[in-house]
């Protein structure tokens, strides 16, 4: 029986339908391609069993002058830093109260304890820390008062309830003596407001193109009604912070201590003039040591005060090595500079020897060149934005972004980059969360990618990964709402939030998904004629699979699947499921079809001592085949 090399081309090509993309794969999961060949993913395993609080969208590592190594996580409810295996709570205070101005009141037999500050600027699941209380009498002792609570619900403009917790975060029910109202020296120091785990469209009027998304809305959302997004850069071995659409934070590595002090707004820093109080993004320039806040609250028309309220393409700036001085005079070098082309800036990179920013339509690029214009600000190009504030990427080759209908590059110029998989992605992405959207650098592999929404899903659960040196694209599922390549650590970091638990992960470690089996692993082939041009039916009887396998598993299997069909428009039929393991030889199969389709995928249904360290790399596999009879 002559043999078929099943040998396909490298990359998933979904562009076309399964038969034009003969010679190719059409799908898969949690595979990339490495010099030609699809093989399984890297695996991923938990950090820390230590974990943070709500969905984290940012991360950005740096080390301070004693090599210390910090880890900064921007969540939708905290802002964190990690040394060594703790996660810090650093979010900035907005407001402490006086002495006196809070007071509880309890039910018996409730754990609901109402809370009385007049005017309290909070909302549900903002927190808050009270100290100075005392016990109400009975089981709310002063202890259970004094301590981090969670807002659980607004009563109105002056009240709200938490529910009493221990120490360990047991519940605490009130009973007939807690009559008290927690004496009159209890204090709140309320934390910034939480923001949104979704996108709310319609932020204001204009804020999109003529007749796109929420064009002509007139109900401005602030950064607290909004999808929670961190941006942060170091500013020496110190960090800028920044809520989008909200506040301007600062910490001192070297002044601040971890565990007790937390961020503060860049106004209350000693000797700060008028600088942002808001802004839509934060970002250094490290040759020239600006920093910059893109969409900023302008100052007024003296030049004394901002004015609180966000111009969307603004880019302002402070004095050269002063983040404290901001009023622009003749012997400083603060400034600003207002972009013109599109309504809204959606975000910004470092990029060599410049700033890329984008807006809702075009991309500019913003280069250090001194006195008296301090920035020059060109417009690159006009008819391309960006997606979301987080789905550009700095490679080795250039900057890679996403826009609403393509993937783009900039090295000098802006090129479009032909996607093999471009309606699979775009054509299925959720347009409501697109903000979501977040590119990431794996340079190990020499890949990019985007972790994005699909269109029935509300957050992250697929990825799109184009190998930039190989030109190959692949595709998969996988929920990571984060991203930092290696650098400071030998392996890239993402993150995971699951009922407002998340977990920071190692990933590209070992071959298992943090302990347990990768399950649904695939790759599969586009259709391929059996006989010249399909003329004839041919029969199938034997496979020769070209597996490798690596890993630490000496008893690994996967499955190899054969499927067929006559007619492009007739559904695949799978015809059998052969185990391979590392000393198979060949498969006896049967089967009779113009059209084949290989597919190889982990075995889930031998889970454990077949799957758990597996790893595995497909090559050159034979069909062997003859003609057959129509009938």
Not at 19 to 26: D, E, V
Not at 78 to 101: C, E, H, L, M, W
Not at 168 to 175: E, K, L
Not at 257 to 272: I, P
């Amino acid at each position: 029986m002559p043999l078929v090399k099943a040998q396909f081309n490298p990359g998933i090509k979904k562009e076309g339908t399964a038969l034009t993309a003969k010679g190719g794969w059409f799908d898969a999961n949690l595979i990339r391609f490495r010099k030609g060949l699809p093989e399984k993913i890297g695996g991923w395993t938990k950090d820390t069993s230590n974990t943070f609080q709500s969905t984290c969208r940012a991360l950005h590592s740096w080390v301070d002058l004693n090599i210390t190594k910090f880890l900064g996580l921007g969540t939708t409810w905290k802002y964190y830093i990690q040394s060594g295996a703790n996660f810090n709570d650093v979010t900035p205070i907005r407001a402490t109260t006086s002495a006196g101005d809070v007071t509880f009141s309890a039910t018996n037999g409730d754990a609901t304890i109402t809370v009385a500050d007049t005017s309290h600027g909070a909302q549900q699941n903002d927190f808050v820390t009270f100290s100075g209380a005392a016990t109400l009498g009975g089981l709310v002792t002063a202890a259970v008062l004094n301590q981090e609570y969670q807002i659980a619900t607004i009563v109105n403009a002056n009240s709200y309830t938490i529910e009493a917790k221990d120490t360990d975060g047991d519940t605490v029910t009130a009973n007939a003596s807690d009559s008290g109202n927690g004496g009159s020296s209890v204090v709140g120091a309320y934390q910034i407001n939480v923001g949104l785990d979704d996108y709310v469209s319609g932020s204001g009027w204009g804020a999109n193109t003529w007749g796109d998304g929420t064009f002509g809305s007139v109900s401005p959302l602030s950064a607290n009604s909004q999808l929670r997004l961190w941006t942060h850069d170091n500013f020496g071995e110190d960090l800028v912070m920044n809520v989008r659409a909200g506040g301007i934070y600062y910490w001192d590595t070297s002044a601040k201590t971890l565990g007790t002090d937390r961020a503060v707004a860049l106004s209350d820093l000693s000797g700060a003039n008028v600088p942002p109080t808001l802004g839509l993004q934060a970002i250094v320039s490290d040759i020239d040591r600006h920093v910059l806040i893109l969409g900023a609250d302008p100052l007024n028309a003296a030049g004394t005060a901002r004015t609180g309220a966000i111009d969307p393409m603004l880019v302002a700036w402070c004095d050269q090595e002063n983040i404290t001085e901001w009023q622009p005079k003749s012997i400083n070098t603060a400034g600003s500079a207002r972009l013109s082309a599109g309504s809204s800036i959606i975000g910004g990179i470092r990029a060599r020897q410049e700033i890329l920013v984008w807006t809702d339509t075009s991309l500019y690029s913003m280069k250090f060149i001194g006195q008296p214009f301090i920035f020059s600000t060109n417009l690159v190009n006009e008819g391309v934005g960006l997606i979301g504030p987080k789905a550009m990427v700095n490679t080795p080759v250039g900057v890679f972004w996403m826009d609403k209908k393509g993937i783009y590059n900039y090295g000098g110029q802006v090129k479009p980059i032909p996607c093999d998989v471009h309606d699979y992605v775009f054509d299925d992405m959720n347009e409501n969360q697109v903000y979501k959207v977040h590119g990431f650098l794996n340079k190990r592999f020499n890949e990019v990618g985007w972790y994005y929404p699909s269109g029935s899903s509300s957050e992250i659960d697929r990825y799109v990964v184009y190998n930039y040196l190989e030109n190959v694209w692949s595709i998969g599922q996988m929920n990571r709402t984060a991203w930092l390549d290696e650098g400071l650590e030998a392996y890239p970091r993402a993150t995971y939030t699951t009922s407002n638990v998340g977990y920071l992960y190692q990933q590209e470690t070992g071959n298992d998904d943090d302990g347990s089996p990768m399950s649904n692993v695939y790759v599969e082939s586009g259709d391929f004629d059996l006989g010249e041009a399909g003329n004839d039916i041919q029969s199938v009887n034997e496979i020769i699979p070209d597996v490798q396998f690596t890993g630490t598993n000496d008893a690994s299997l996967i499955n190899c699947v054969l499927k067929i069909r006559n007619y492009p428009g007739d559904s695949l039929t799978t015809k059998s499921t052969s185990n391979i393991s590392s000393t198979t030889q060949k498969l006896n199969v049967r089967g009779r079809a113009r059209q084949v389709v290989l597919r190889f995928e982990s075995d889930d249904d031998n889970v454990g001592a077949y799957t758990l360290g597996l790893g595995f790399r497909v090559g050159a596999t034979r069909v062997g085949t003859r003609p057959d009879g129509r009938r």
